[in-house]
Nanobody
Framework: QVQLVESGGGLVQAGGSLRLSCAAS????????MGWFRQAPGKEREFVAH????????YYADSVKGRFTISRDNVKNAVYLQMNNLEPKDTAVYFC?????????????????WGQGTQVTVSS
């Protein structure tokens, strides 16, 4: 079992930066690959970024590649999403998730544990 709590969201102007954090509880956090997803109003939840348990492999959605960076600290039981050069289209609720099932790293069904989400709003 893993419990996840996101923080760090807020209101920022276009071109600005935010750093999201996801705090995990549970002794087995370091064994999980982790992902960030987002859901804009009226849209489906979509993949943003993924990081393997060791942190050695990361993957990004094309829409955020070069602007967002995912990282993790297995000692602190945390995963982060550094978001730079934010755009209004990045406005969404951002969720972190632990990958506990088989499936592609960008598939929602592969993640069995989810946080409650944190709102990110980018103004133009």
């Amino acid at each position: 079992q893993v419990q996840l709590v996101e923080s760090g969201g807020g209101l920022v102007q276009a071109g600005g930066s935010l750093r999201l954090s996801c705090a995990a509880s549970g002794r087995t956090f370091s064994s999980y690959a982790m992902g960030w997803f987002r859901q804009a109003p009226g849209k489906e939840r979509e993949f943003v970024a993924h990081i393997r348990w060791s942190g050695a492999n990361v993957y990004y959605a094309d829409s955020v590649k070069g602007r967002f960076t995912i990282s993790r600290d297995n000692v602190k039981n945390a995963v982060y999403l550094q978001m730079n050069n934010l755009e209004p289209k990045d406005t969404a609720v951002y969720f972190c998730a632990a990958r506990s099932r088989s499936g592609s790293y960008d598939a929602l069904m592969a993640y069995g544990y989810w946080g409650q989400g944190t709102q990110v709003t980018v103004s133009s």
